[in-house]
């Protein structure tokens, strides 16, 4: 995706409106307009990288930065009891928008939301080959 045609990097740079909480030269935050739960926000760098493959690792880092800030915001403004912080790449991931991004979701008891997954039970054995798998 060409980042003319790209939507958060329209959204990123001002020229769609937003319900934005925070701005900075490298990031703009915004409220989810679909959100999970009251409070879900979404961190948005302003240049352009498809997802967590591509993203420079200067920013990567200071988007974690940006995510500890608002969490605090959020828990201490909304009184949230938990927080999902998601980042999902590749379409069968959940991500929708080929823009790297992160939500946070604030949790509240009772909420309904899951998200979760369903833990698998794999031998010691299969552990011990996907561990061999990703280092060797």
């Given at each position: 995706m060409k980042k003319e045609d790209?939507?958060?990097?329209?959204?990123?740079?001002g020229e769609i409106p937003s319900g934005t909480l925070y701005e900075d030269e490298q990031f703009r935050v915004i409220?989810?307009?679909g959100p999970a739960t009251k409070?879900?926000?979404?961190?948005?760098?302003?240049?352009?990288?498809?997802?967590?493959?591509?993203?420079p690792d200067e920013t990567a880092a200071e988007a974690m930065k940006l995510a500890k800030k608002m969490a605090l915001l959020l828990k201490d403004k909304l009184h949230c009891d938990g927080l999902n912080l998601v980042q999902n790449n590749g379409e069968?991931?959940?991500?929708?928008?080929?823009?790297?991004?992160?939500?946070?979701i604030?949790?509240?008891?009772?909420?309904?939301?899951?998200?979760?997954?369903?833990?698998?039970?794999?031998?010691?054995?299969?552990?011990?080959?996907?561990?061999?798998?990703?280092?060797?």
């Amino acid at each position: 995706m060409k980042k003319e045609d790209c939507i958060f990097c329209k959204i990123a740079a001002g020229e769609i409106p937003s319900g934005t909480l925070y701005e900075d030269e490298q990031f703009r935050v915004i409220l989810d307009l679909g959100p999970a739960t009251k409070g879900h926000t979404l961190i948005l760098p302003k240049e352009h990288t498809a997802n967590l493959y591509e993203l420079p690792d200067e920013t990567a880092a200071e988007a974690m930065k940006l995510a500890k800030k608002m969490a605090l915001l959020l828990k201490d403004k909304l009184h949230c009891d938990g927080l999902n912080l998601v980042q999902n790449n590749g379409e069968v991931a959940g991500q929708t928008v080929s823009h790297f991004h992160l939500h946070l979701i604030p949790r509240y008891k009772g909420d309904g939301q899951k998200i979760n997954w369903v833990p698998s039970e794999p031998s010691r054995e299969e552990l011990e080959a996907v561990r061999k798998e990703i280092t060797e």
